[in-house]
């Protein structure tokens, strides 16, 4: 018996975790449902003589991500809180970072899986023309996606246990989004617009200093937040 | 928590009895590494908690089933193997759900199984790395006669291979068949604390009720 390594425990932990979201499903197709319904209800409250598709869609795509993926971030310590299965996870002679490494990889595979059904919902709703930005715009949605669940991952858990849970991880986690989203919803207008990719540089550097940044923290804080 | 000092040697098992509030699930908790001490410390193996080479040794059985309904029983016991580092996680899983005779019902998922039923599959899965120290809080709740019994012959067992337990519970009777020491706290102080051995059952049950009437 020999104690598993960071990565491979972190494995160990978003492996279980994806079994048990495809057992069940439930935050999966919640959040699915959800980006689908938003997409739809900005489609017919758009007046597109009054704002064209690519002004809009970026917006709409980034809202809609942002709230699909508090779901299924929620839902990652929910299992844990359930049975009071966070206590054998934390007594297993894993390191704290573990775990936090394990949860936001199984969110980030959650996170990309709600996007890459929205994406392409969005872009035949509003009929923008991605062409060759495609490979861009799936960069800038991983990049995001990262930073997003490296925030909500720490959050999600600090507010596990609390009776508010569902209420607490969007009014904490929120705020901390915005330096991902801004530059994510900047970069996707630029691409949707057909502009030289070039010019999306700023905010792709602006939004990978910022996953950086957040995964280093969020790792480094996350063990303080399992103290009972 | 205030002033608790004890220590529990290989082989040897230590029973907690208290009423609700005494202090005995957060002793446990303690001594899982699970909530860190304002004053003192507590050590597993000499080594100081909550470091993982000191978790090590660590299983921990509570009234909650700490499982994932979801997965199967047998899942649940193999993902605890894995997460120890053994290198037959699936063996080592079959092997304790048959030490507490539920592997015919291994492969349903959790949910779908009696609170009993879940009980065993918890046990099984605190013991499947064979922890040189076992904490059981309330490890009774919820199991029949036959589990009862199974867990009894288990925990015996493994005190018996020297490794040390701790013993959180309301059953006097099955505490002290178990116990080579033997503590009644209250207030989160021990207000007794002896060996086991010699104890009459039926006075140390009029001791206790004295104690913290």
């Known amino acids: ?90 007594i297993a002679p894993v390191p704290r970072q573990a775990i ?58 600090l507010t596990a246990n609390t009776r508010l849970a569902e209420l607490l991880l969007p009014v904490l986690a929120l705020p901390f989004f915005v330096p991902i989203v801004m530059p994510a919803a900047q970069a996707t207008a630029k691409l949707l617009a057909g502009r030289p990719l070039a010019e999306t540089f700023a905010w792709l550097r602006i939004l990978l200093a910022f996953d950086l940044v957040f995964v280093y923290a969020c790792m480094l804080v996350f063990p303080a937040t399992l103290d009972d | 928590m205030d002033g ?35 004053s003192g410390e507590a ?41 120890y580092g053994l290198s037959d996680p699936d063996a080592a899983a079959e092997r304790a759900l048959r030490a507490l005779r539920i592997a ?33 809080d309330e490890p009774y709740t919820g199991l029949d006669e036959q589990g009862a019994t199974a867990l009894t012959a288990l925990l015996r067992e493994r005190r018996d291979a020297g490794a040390a337990l701790v013993l959180v519970t309301h059953h006097l009777h099955e505490g002290l068949a178990l116990a080579t020491h033997a503590a009644i706290m209250r207030g989160g102080r021990f207000v007794r604390y002896e060996p086991a051995a010699g104890l009459d059952p039926a006075a140390y049950a009029s001791t206790y009720r004295a104690l913290v009437a």
């Not at chain 1, 932990?13 to 994806?18: E, G, N, S, T």
């Not at chain 1, 709703?125 to 495609?134: D, E």
């Not at chain 2, 291994?106 to 899965?125: E, F, T, Y």
């Open chain 2, 104 to 136: 015919d019902r291994a492969d349903v998922p959790v949910r779908q199984l009696s609170r009993g039923m879940q009980q065993r599959v918890a046990i099984a899965r605190a013991i499947v790395h064979g922890p040189d120290v076992l904490l059981a």
């Open chain 1, 100 to 157: 936090f490494l394990g949860k936001a990889l199984a969110n980030l595979v959650f996170v990309l899986g709600v996007q890459a059904v929205a994406l392409p919902a969005m872009v035949l709703f509003y009929g923008v023309g991605v062409g060759a930005a495609w490979p861009a715009l799936i960069g800038v949605m991983v990049l995001a996606a990262i930073g997003l669940v490296a925030i909500g991952t720490l959050f999600a858990g």
């Open chain 2, 43 to 83: 050590r597993i193996a000499g080594l100081r908690l909550p470091a993982p080479t000191a978790r090590q040794h660590l299983g921990l059985i509570s009234h909650r089933t700490m499982l994932y309904e979801a997965l199967t029983g047998r899942e649940n016991v193999a993902f605890s193997a894995r997460l």
């Open chain 2, 4 to 38: 608790v000092r004890c220590e529990v040697q290989a082989g040897e098992c230590l029973a907690l009895f208290g009423p609700n509030g005494a202090g005995k699930t957060t002793t446990l908790r303690l001594l899982a590494g699970l909530l860190t001490p304002t």
């Open chain 1, 1 to 90: 018996m020999s104690p598993r390594g960071l990565l491979a425990s972190a494995g160990l932990i978003a492996r279980k975790d994806l079994a048990i979201e495809f057992r069940t499903r439930s935050a999966f197709l919640s959040a699915l449902v959800l980006s689908l319904l938003a997409i739809v209800i900005f489609y017919f409250a758009w007046d597109p003589t009054a704002v064209g598709a690519g002004d809009l869609a970026p917006g709409v795509l980034w809202v809609t991500f942002t709230f699909s993926g508090l779901l299924g971030l929620h839902r990652s310590f929910g299992v844990e809180a359930q049975e009071g299965a966070m206590d054998a996870l934390l």
